[in-house]
């Protein structure tokens, strides 16, 4: 296996941040040979709310040889952008120009130009600074309501990102989770993503957080609250 796809910087559903020791061995593995290459899709690298930030692996590696960078507009801008972007290797840069016929370009050049503008004018970053300081407020918020609870909820994932994982480990099963929160009408998006069926009787979500209004928070945790805790 010469190719490796990743999403180091918050992987979906997990949550999970590799950190810069598996990044630098995933480089040493990769400059074994000629033929190897990290595909880094750095999703959801924009938010990070606590600790240094990790680098790219593709800003690791001097040349960036052994990296095919891509990321996208759609998160740190808006959805409806619909944007991405790739940072080639010099050597696979000649064969793509090659080749980049079998799929036509679908973004319209005023756009590309608009969001080029938006970056070089400092826009982009002073915007996601913004976000940033909006997504750590609602988070810090649902963190601080959740504490009190650690004994009952194992939270993961909640260092990046607009989505976290959490383990309701007090005894409920994942049927009592469901029939509890319908009852306050909150649905919850099972983390189901194992093999095995331990979920069901450990139950795991993911939440996510990004989209919920100001307002709202609050009567979401609290019905959070109702469906997961034994009080």
Same mark, same amino acid.
């Given at each position: 296996k010469n190719i490796v796809y990743i999403t180091p910087s918050h992987q979906f559903p997990t949550g999970y941040v590799m950190d810069l020791k598996k990044r630098t061995q995933l480089i040493q593995w990769a400059q074994e040979k000629e033929e190897r290459f990290i595909i880094e899709d750095d999703y959801d690298s924009e %938010? !990070? +709310? %606590? &600790?240094k930030p990790i680098p790219a692996i593709q800003g690791l590696y001097s040349r960036g040889e052994k990296v095919i960078y891509i990321s996208t507009f759609s998160k740190s801008i808006f959805p409806s952008c619909r944007v991405a972007y790739m940072v080639l290797p010099y050597s696979i840069m #000649? #064969?793509?120009h090659s080749q980049n016929h079998i799929e036509g370009n679908t973004v319209p050049v005023h756009m590309q130009n608009l969001i080029a503008t938006f970056i070089s004018s400092g &826009? %982009?970053? !002073?915007?996601l600074n913004k976000m940033r300081r909006i997504y750590r407020r609602k988070l810090t918020y649902i963190l601080k309501r959740l504490k009190p609870y650690k004994e009952q909820l194992d939270i993961q994932g909640a260092e990046t990102g607009m989505h976290f994982t959490i383990t309701v480990k007090n005894g409920l099963t994942l049927q009592e989770c469901l029939d509890r929160a319908n009852k306050v009408k909150l649905k919850l998006q099972v +983390?189901? %993503?194992d093999d095995d069926q331990d979920y069901k009787k450990t139950p795991k979500f993911i939440l996510g957080f990004g989209g919920i209004d100001d307002d709202a *928070? #609050?009567?979401h945790v609290d019905a959070l609250i #109702?469906? *997961?805790i034994i009080k």
């Open positions: %938010f !990070r +709310y %606590f &600790g #000649k #064969k793509y &826009g %982009f970053e !002073r915007h +983390y189901n %993503f *928070l #609050k009567p #109702k469906s *997961l």
